[in-house]
């Protein structure tokens, strides 16, 4: 595992048990989305059979996110997958990360 991956992974792991906002930035739309999370899993691309699935952090709990009307509305699985492919850590503190993929820029912080 990716050093970046693992340090992440290891900060996540670190906010078990708060709720988390993620903010995802990919191309001209802006996610938001209040996790509380309970635990941090890996998926390697090696372990899954299914081509179209990246290597990726699995964080499970619960979440809601804001929709067009800016109402909370409860994500329809009880994971959020952050895709790991190029991740590069530009942020990393206590209260705190910022990262980016190939696919998006977050933002995830302790609410």
């Known amino acids: ?3 970046s991956v693992l340090k992440l992974m290891d900060w996540l792991t670190a906010q078990a048990g708060e709720t988390l906002v993620i903010k995802k930035q990919e191309m001209s739309d802006l996610d938001t ?11 390697n691309t090696e372990d ?3 081509e179209y699935l ?7 709990g619960t979440g809601n996110t804001l929709n067009r009307d800016g109402e909370l509305v409860p994500l329809p699985q ?8 190029g991740l590069l850590l530009e942020k990393v503190d206590d209260g705190q990360v910022e990262l980016r993929t190939e696919r998006a820029k977050y933002s995830i912080t302790k609410a």
């Open 33 to 43: 989305v209040h996790f509380n999370l309970e635990n941090v899993d890996y998926r």
């Open 78 to 85: 009880q994971n959020y997958e952050i895709a790991v492919s």
């Open 54 to 60: 990246d290597s990726a952090l699995i964080l499970r």
């Open 1 to 3: 595992m990716d050093q």
């Open 48 to 50: 899954v059979i299914d």
